[in-house]
T-cell receptor, first 116, second 114 residues
Framework: DGGITQSPKYLFRKEGQNVTLSCEQN?????MYWYRQDPGQGLRLIYY???????QKGDIAEGYSVSREKKESFPLTVTSAQKNPTAFYLC???????????????FGPGTRLTVL | GENVEQHPSTLSVQEGDSAVIKCTYS??????FPWYKQELGKRPQLIID?????GEKKDQRIAVTLNKTAKHFSLHITETQPEDSAVYFC?????????????FGTGTRLQVTL
């Protein structure tokens, strides 16, 4: 399952701290995505990026920030403004371009964030 | 925005029986419908997908059907095996500008009993 990696696997944060989750892919994919998954629920889109230096808010962007300085990397920062950040965070990527809408999204292994 | 509903939330079948999971979507512009399988603590894995110009697709024991008029699609697993036990998610994809956004259902926990 190489190709898209996330680190760390587990992350603990104290209230009021910002933390950054790493996502790297070597699939040469243009598009990258961040999802949040809560227990017993589906995945909800936080942010996505189509190309370098461009990103768009998803459905639950409040309290999160991202950057896309390199094609391979799409880090997510969970800020102190996110009131309930404990969740499983999944990064994904796909090929992009004119056929993007038909392209499978490949997921990373996820980071489980717990706020203490 | 798009809304995807998925039923049932839990499903228990005996080994060898069939399992059916159903999803509905709201936005007629959605044109790609993947199904993911997620085991506990793991990443979602694509098991089958279907495009809006196709009504049915089959891959061994797994099949997906799409009814565009009714805006619903279903996953069918035949001859279920214990290793099919997992959470299954449907999703609908809509093109937004130059991006492709997936909206997921809330998942179905499938338990295959011996």
């Amino acid at each position: 399952d190489g190709g898209i990696t996330q680190s760390p696997k587990y992350l603990f944060r104290k209230e009021g701290q910002n933390v950054t989750l790493s996502c790297e892919q070597n699939l040469n994919h243009d598009a990258m995505y961040w999802y949040r998954q809560d227990p017993g629920q589906g995945l909800r889109l936080i942010y996505y990026s189509q190309i370098v230096n461009d990103f768009q808010k998803g459905d639950i962007a409040e309290g999160y920030s991202v950057s896309r300085e390199k094609k391979e990397s799409f880090p997510l920062t969970v800020t102190s403004a996110q009131k309930n950040p404990t969740a499983f965070y999944l990064c994904a990527s796909n090929g992009g371009g004119p056929h993007l809408r038909y392209n499978e999204q490949f997921f990373g292994p996820g980071t489980r964030l717990t706020v203490l | 925005g798009e809304n995807v509903e998925q039923h049932p939330s839990t499903l228990s079948v005996q080994e060898g029986d069939s399992a059916v999971i159903k999803c509905t979507y709201s936005d007629s512009a959605s044109n790609y419908f993947p199904w993911y399988k997620q085991e506990l603590g793991k990443r979602p894995q694509l098991i089958i997908d279907i495009r809006s110009n196709v009504g049915e697709k089959k891959d061994q024991r797994i099949a997906v059907t799409l009814n565009k008029t009714a805006k619903h699609f279903s996953l069918h697993i035949t001859e279920t095996q214990p290793e099919d036990s997992a959470v299954y998610f449907c999703a609908a994809s809509i093109k937004t500008g130059t991006a492709s956004k997936l909206t997921f259902g809330t998942g179905t926990r499938l338990q295959v009993t011996l």
